[in-house]
């Protein structure tokens, strides 16, 4: 299905954005989905995760309490809103599917990526 990100941008620390993930194709609601990111010369992380009815979520620690993922199956489109930013979140973000029922971790488990949206955070 494809996947494509929006709404990344440079923003001052303790500012706020938020990303939003379309898909086409596919009947959205068949998908969990999720949020990467990969900062320069480091390793993607999983960042958020939501099950396919967006009844369950899941966060990696470091952005637990700032950020929120949701989704719109009428709108096939996931979200992620970025709250209290900081310098250290700055990476490229992506959006992942895959058909299981709730969203994991493992990056290698999905089989849809979006091409990234930039999130620059300065200080």
């Known amino acids: 299905v494809p996947l494509v990100e929006s709404g990344g941008g440079l923003v001052q620390a303790v500012g706020s954005l938020r990303l939003s993930c379309a898909a086409s194709g596919r009947t959205f609601d068949s998908f969990a989905m999720a949020w990467f990111r990969q900062a320069p010369g480091k390793e993607r992380e999983f960042v958020a995760g939501i099950s396919r009815t967006g009844g369950n979520t899941d966060y990696t620690d470091s952005v637990r309490g700032r950020f929120t993922i949701s989704r719109d199956n009428a709108k096939n489109t996931v979200y992620l809103q970025m709250n209290s930013l900081k310098p250290e979140d700055t990476a490229v973000y992506y959006c992942?599917?895959?058909?299981?029922?709730?969203?994991?971790?493992?990056?290698?488990?999905?089989?849809?990526w979006g091409q990234g949206t930039q999130v620059t955070v300065s200080s």
């Open positions: 992942a599917a895959d058909t299981r029922w709730m969203a994991l971790r493992q990056g290698r488990d999905y089989d849809y």
